[in-house]
Nanobody
């Protein structure tokens, strides 16, 4: 069955860096646009980055542009999020996601209708 498992979260000081990963299984990973989704305390989940199936196209939410980089390794069925210059407002649970009904689809959109499946999440806390 389809599974997404995030790892690599933790506590980091403001200005620090962190790389989180997601391992995918149970589906043809390289057919799907992948997303990183963040849920800050008290807020709804929001898409913050997406990457096309080939890895050539990306889009980022404004607050993370220039600081976060999404990448994928289709040979290993993994997607990563490199986060630099972290800020306290980056604190939250980070999920990787796909839309299971849209193989081959790319729009660059980050809204809720672009993904319907995500993992259990990985906690990232930015605090001094």
């Amino acid at each position: 069955h389809l599974q997404l498992v995030e790892s690599g979260g933790g506590l980091v000081q403001p200005g620090g860096s962190l790389n989180i990963s997601c391992a995918a299984s149970g589906f043809t990973f390289d057919y799907y646009t992948t997303y990183w989704i963040r849920q800050a305390p008290g807020n709804e989940r929001e898409g913050i980055a997406c990457l096309s199936p080939s890895g050539r196209l990306t889009n980022y939410e404004d607050s993370v542009k220039g600081r976060f980089t999404i990448s994928r390794d289709n040979a290993k069925n993994t997607v990563h999020l490199q986060m630099n210059n972290l800020k306290p407002e980056d604190t939250g649970i980070y999920y990787c996601g796909i839309h299971s009904g849209r193989p081959g689809y790319w729009s660059g959109g980050l809204g809720h209708d672009n993904y319907d499946t995500w993992g259990q999440g990985s906690q990232v806390t930015v605090s001094s």
